[in-house]
């Protein structure tokens, strides 16, 4: 997905707020029976007949969570979309609507706003998701995009936080530290742009940690793999603060300990590359423990799904529920454990 | 309410994020069944049985929707919370679950939140809902909040903005213009401290349009009477951006026009005292029409149910329901026929 460049700028000022949300949504398509009232409403009615409902929300803020001078706006529209989803792929649910709230300041035009829908459209469609609501209202400056997405499972597979018993695997999806990676190279290829406007960026063999962090994806994947294969995790949750926080995180909620095996950690080789690329003092794994920005699932399995989990090439097994006391560590190579801690305050990530 | 002075001050950045999160929402308890899973997880799953599920959201910006020198904290959760609830609550449902994502800057103290989530647990208690999920962000600059209420109905009295039919009665809950009338006073008693300090802003005899503007309440009491008196709305709309809007909207998707009599118009004498206060330039009838933000109800019935609905002392019958070809018209008591026009772009309200 690249920009395309806008020859026409139109303020948004210049339509009316039901003309700007009735532009911007006109491609929308309900594709779901259970999206029974959706976008010309105040708000969605949704029936979803015998199951649960299962409802996440992601915030995403300009100059916080998102620099608009290296995002294009398709990727960010995604994006916002993607987070919001995987709240609820975290439950192990399925997405099923979406509703969008936005607070946007006159620096944007319709046009850049149609670009941001396109990449909605793009998701939605992709995940077979429907836009159920959409609201805009001003900002003093800059775009904040709120998502709520909604989904629907059996209640015996929703899973939350808390349920992770001793002995259980812990597995987790996909690989750690690359989004991180990705957005390091964008920081860097933008402050050198600063420093030298004539220079121009250099993203060569670094795609596959820039889509990771531009353009994440749900792990709706996972949430099948594991229905088709009747697994349903004990306990469940989404990794967006690193893999350390996430950990943390499931321990916690479910009064338990864990041990993860630091070899046992999924890292793209694109991740190690950016490390090398940084000089000695960046270490991989401190990526995927606190880099954060994943949107990749862990959870934890009871012992007798193990024969089925390791077969699914999506999924990886990095470590074992413990007793409470234990605490939550990480085992090096070298045997030692190392007490995992999650970054304090910084919600940028 | 009112906010009390804070003897402490704590840092936002100084707590962790989870930790945060868990001295909010601390007090809240799971007061629905439907609450299967709430807080503590990264979604919240609800079971609204057999009856269909009802998403709205509403979103608040720092400068936009409120003005925190003249807000008391405690009142801005409360209101963010009520206009979320108005959305499920205009679809003829009631609410159930609210999740709140804020974005907030490190001028904030930790106590500061604590006052606004005061407000919250208030209107949660209030109206017996569950706050199922709360998420905090930073943000660059101010205070975003962006709140997610959920509720659920039978689906048969599920109402949406569309099924409005020709001579079906126009019935309206509330008062209209009261809200805006407040935010007036709020604003003059601002430009009159700021250019004398020393002046003490006075309020007196305006105290209905103030709690109008700053503590609005979702109708659930509406939703609760038409229920109790078998009525289903054909349609039903929110009031947020004025009745000329609400009414424009409901009949454009309804595919009809409508006739308000503007002697109908409920306005309360307290706007009357503020347009007089203002001058003869401002008419009440104008604030009715648009000056937002009176979180009110505008729906149609039919004909038939007439009877009943002009027993309840909380909803007036505005007018009725015409062709689609007659327009949106407001009829004067001199018998003038007014169309009725929506503010463009103008979201602060």
């Given at each position: 997905m690249t920009d395309k460049q806008n020859t026409k700028i139109t303020e948004i000022g210049s339509l009316g707020k039901q003309a700007l949300i009735q532009r911007l949504t006109q491609n929308f398509e309900t594709r779901n029976q259970s999206t029974a009232k959706g976008l010309e409403n105040d708000a969605a009615a949704?029936?979803?007949?015998?199951?649960?409902?299962?409802v996440g929300t992601a915030i995403m803020v300009e100059g916080i969570h998102f620099d608009i001078t290296y995002t294009p706006l398709q990727h960010l529209?995604?994006?916002?979309?993607?987070?919001s989803m995987a709240k609820v792929v975290a439950m192990n649910a399925l997405p099923k609507q979406i509703m969008v709230s936005m607070a946007v300041s006159s620096r944007y035009s319709v046009e850049a706003l149609d670009e941001l829908f396109a990449g909605i459209h793009r998701i939605c469609l992709r995940y077979d998701t429907d836009l159920a609501g959409c609201d805009i209202t001003s900002s003093m400056s800059g775009l904040t995009i709120s998502v709520t997405a909604i989904g629907s499972a059996d209640k015996n597979r929703i899973t939350g936080r808390g349920g992770a018993q001793v002995y259980d695997l812990l597995c987790a999806s996909g690989d750690f530290g690359s989004a991180y990676a990705g957005l390091l190279i964008l920081e860097r290829e933008k402050a050198t742009f600063k420093a030298n406007p004539n220079f121009q960026p250099d993203f060569a063999s670094h795609e596959y940690v820039l889509e990771r962090f531009l353009?994440?994806?749900?792990?709706?994947?996972?949430?099948?793999?594991?229905?088709?294969?009747?697994?349903?995790?004990?306990?469940?949750?989404?990794?967006a603060d690193g893999l350390a926080d996430a950990a943390l995180h499931l321990c916690?909620?479910?009064?338990?300990?864990?041990?993860?095996?630091?070899?046992?950690?999924?890292?793209?080789?694109?991740?190690s590359h950016v490390c090398t690329d940084f000089g000695t003092?960046?270490?991989?794994?401190s990526l995927a423990l606190n880099g954060g920005m994943d949107n990749e699932l862990l959870?934890?399995?009871?012992?007798?799904?193990?024969?089925?989990?390791?077969?699914?090439?999506?999924?990886?097994?990095?470590?074992?529920i413990t007793e409470q006391n234990r605490g939550a560590i990480m085992v090096t190579p070298q045997n030692t454990a190392i007490q995992l801690t999650s970054q304090s305050w910084n919600p940028s990530k």
């Amino acid at each position: 997905m690249t920009d395309k460049q806008n020859t026409k700028i139109t303020e948004i000022g210049s339509l009316g707020k039901q003309a700007l949300i009735q532009r911007l949504t006109q491609n929308f398509e309900t594709r779901n029976q259970s999206t029974a009232k959706g976008l010309e409403n105040d708000a969605a009615a949704l029936d979803h007949s015998q199951a649960q409902t299962v409802v996440g929300t992601a915030i995403m803020v300009e100059g916080i969570h998102f620099d608009i001078t290296y995002t294009p706006l398709q990727h960010l529209g995604y994006k916002a979309i993607a987070l919001s989803m995987a709240k609820v792929v975290a439950m192990n649910a399925l997405p099923k609507q979406i509703m969008v709230s936005m607070a946007v300041s006159s620096r944007y035009s319709v046009e850049a706003l149609d670009e941001l829908f396109a990449g909605i459209h793009r998701i939605c469609l992709r995940y077979d998701t429907d836009l159920a609501g959409c609201d805009i209202t001003s900002s003093m400056s800059g775009l904040t995009i709120s998502v709520t997405a909604i989904g629907s499972a059996d209640k015996n597979r929703i899973t939350g936080r808390g349920g992770a018993q001793v002995y259980d695997l812990l597995c987790a999806s996909g690989d750690f530290g690359s989004a991180y990676a990705g957005l390091l190279i964008l920081e860097r290829e933008k402050a050198t742009f600063k420093a030298n406007p004539n220079f121009q960026p250099d993203f060569a063999s670094h795609e596959y940690v820039l889509e990771r962090f531009l353009k994440p994806e749900p792990r709706t994947d996972i949430v099948k793999w594991l229905a088709d294969n009747d697994i349903v995790p004990t306990a469940m949750t989404n990794v967006a603060d690193g893999l350390a926080d996430a950990a943390l995180h499931l321990c916690n909620t479910s009064h338990c300990g864990c041990e993860i095996y630091e070899e046992r950690i999924p890292i793209d080789y694109g991740t190690s590359h950016v490390c090398t690329d940084f000089g000695t003092n960046m270490l991989p794994v401190s990526l995927a423990l606190n880099g954060g920005m994943d949107n990749e699932l862990l959870f934890s399995i009871k012992q007798d799904d193990y024969e089925k989990i390791k077969s699914c090439p999506n999924i990886a097994i990095v470590g074992h529920i413990t007793e409470q006391n234990r605490g939550a560590i990480m085992v090096t190579p070298q045997n030692t454990a190392i007490q995992l801690t999650s970054q304090s305050w910084n919600p940028s990530k």
